[in-house]
């Protein structure tokens, strides 16, 4: 059973940073994008930033200039650099990746961690 597991998140000041990662495991798979949503109260769950195997990336416009995301093909993980933090970034950061299973024939999923809190204070 493929799993996704965020760790990264916490409080830190307006201006700060924060780095978060998401790292998969169980069974045999390749990971064709991975990316970053998220979530805070009352609000829809919004994609802040996605990359493919690629390379290729895409940002949020709230979040471009300030965020980053990487892949790690070879580990199957990804870290979200977070600068200049605003409090307006204050949300739940899920990690999402859309797997092929290495099975004959493959199969697509679609997979999301459990959340992280990201709380950026004024």
């Known amino acids: 059973q493929v799993q996704l597991v965020e760790s990264g998140g916490g409080l830190v000041q307006a201006g700060g940073s924060l780095r978060l990662s998401c790292a998969t495991s169980g069974g045999m798979f390749t990971v064709a994008v991975m990316a970053w949503y998220r979530q805070a109260p009352g609000n829809l769950r919004e994609q802040v930033a996605t990359i493919t195997t690629g390379g290729s990336t895409n940002y949020a416009d709230s979040v471009k200039g300030r965020f980053t995301i990487s892949m790690d093909t070879a580990k199957k993980t990804t870290h979200l650099q977070m600068n200049s933090l605003k409090p307006e970034d204050t949300a739940v950061y899920y990690c999402?990746?859309?797997?092929?299973?290495?099975?004959?024939?493959?199969?697509?999923?679609?997979?999301w961690g459990q959340g992280t809190q990201v709380t950026v204070s004024s």
């Open positions: 999402y990746a859309a797997i092929i299973t290495l099975t004959m024939p493959p199969s697509r999923g679609d997979y």
